[in-house]
């Protein structure tokens, strides 16, 4: 009972720590985040990075640049903002809505799902289109639910048409305008995706901070053209690159880009840019909380001092059997058959140890909210799979633990133990 107890205790505390980092850690779009590249260029220079890393956004110029020489399958620029929204009729009060600026491949190249309707296209972006996407949960305020497309909504008093509602879209970690924002990592997707040139035509401000490379961090954005001209990196910049040959040629043309401004004079150092992918960008920006990690971190290592424990009571649970095993061996029971026995009894211990830890798990994942924000907390659940790999972890711990102990038992010489029971 003791040892299925502490196998139960060291199991679950592990198991509760790895759902959390499952869910902090997770690929948000494991089928493409290989083909998913985020280019950055050092417009900053080498006084006003950090580790002589680029800015994680782009100024406006170097964004626009990115955007319209085409040199990647597809390509998308954001920015996130909010704006007051009402339906054209004005029969529902303004709300405030948050939501992002974006360009026509946005949609395509992170599988955003549509309910109703669909994106915009190239020719929406080159004409400023007045269109607008927005997600179920707006759709069902407004019109309760029903097929918007073609309808009008009212967005900072301006009448857009409603290209199409979203389905139910809400990837974790939010990782398509992390550069941008800080620690909105677990905060839901916006509700409102208008185009980037028709934002830029608003002068609609973003909503996140913007990185100028000044001593003080303050540089001259009063007006909107002096903003789009200025070395303020603010715009998140995504490409599609589908092979290896892809991303070096795209690397390639980053680092002729960044070399043109030097020739131009706008930039006075050696060029200095990055590409990474999807999964290397978050961790690059640190994604995962450090409380996730060091909960792993702590719950593994009494995990471990568990099974240092439970070594130590199989060896003793064990040797007190030598008299039984002495004489099973003297009737030709053979040492393969006494390591069988053991590790059988081991394992079942474990499978009981790993059901006990199955309810303790659970019990900790209704409690995680305590040590983690709510946002964090709502992403952990159990599934079949983290109640499989529970039972699965306690019966090979078990198992393992049981290795040394039953090598000891399996030396016991028979005419030994004979001979002290005569």
Request: net charge neutral.
């Amino acid at each position: 009972m003791l040892v299925v107890a502490l196998l139960a205790f060291g199991v679950s505390a592990c198991m509760v720590s790895y759902a959390v980092f499952r869910a902090t850690t997770s690929d948000p779009l494991p089928a493409k985040s290989s083909r998913l590249y985020v280019p950055q260029v050092d417009n900053f220079g080498p006084s006003y990075t950090w580790q002589g890393e680029p800015p994680s956004t782009l100024s406006y110029t170097d964004a626009m640049a990115l955007w319209q020489a085409r040199k990647a399958s597809r390509q998308t620029l954001l920015y996130p903002a909010t704006w007051q929204v009402e339906s054209d009729d004005g029969s529902t009060p303004a709300m405030s809505m948050g939501g992002d600026a974006v360009t026509a491949d946005f949609f395509a190249m992170f599988d955003v799902p549509f309910r109703f309707g669909g994106g915009w296209n190239a020719y929406d972006d080159a004409q400023r289109a007045t269109v607008v996407v927005i997600s179920r949960r707006l759709n069902d305020k407004l019109f309760g639910g029903q097929n918007s497309t073609g309808q009008a909504i009212r967005l900072d008093g301006h009448v857009f048409r409603i290209a199409g509602v979203l389905e139910d879209w809400n990837p974790k970690p939010r990782f398509f305008d992390l550069g941008t924002s800080d620690n909105i990592e677990f905060d839901d997707a916006g509700d409102i995706y208008i185009p980037f040139t028709r934002g830029i035509a608003m002068q609609k401000d973003s909503t996140t901070y913007r990185g100028c490379p000044t001593e003080s961090g303050i540089y001259d954005t009063s007006r909107w053209d002096a903003r789009l001209t200025s070395e303020c990196a603010w715009i998140d910049a995504w490409v599609e690159l589908a092979t290896p040959a892809d991303v070096d040629r795209y690397r390639e043309y980053l680092r002729n880009y960044a070399g043109q401004q030097l020739r131009l004079g706008r930039f006075s150092w050696a060029p200095n840019i990055r590409l990474r992918n999807l999964m290397d960008w978050m961790a690059y920006l640190e994604v995962t909380p450090r409380a996730s990690s060091l909960s792993m971190l702590v719950s593994a290592s009494f995990l471990l001092i568990v099974l240092v424990n439970v070594v130590g009571l199989m060896l003793a649970r064990f040797m007190r059997r030598a008299p039984e095993i002495g004489i099973r061996r003297a009737l030709g029971a053979s040492r393969a058959a006494i390591y069988r026995q053991f590790l059988i009894e081991g394992a079942a211990m474990g499978f009981v140890g790993g059901l006990v830890g199955v309810a303790l798990t659970l019990l900790g994942l209704w409690g995680v909210g305590g040590l983690f924000e709510p946002k964090i907390a709502r992403l952990v659940h159990a599934d079949a799979s983290l109640i499989a790999l529970t039972v699965l972890l306690a019966v090979a711990a078990t198992v393992v633990s049981a290795l040394y102990p039953t090598w000891r038992a399996a030396q016991t010489q028979p005419a030994w133990q004979i001979k002290i029971n005569h």
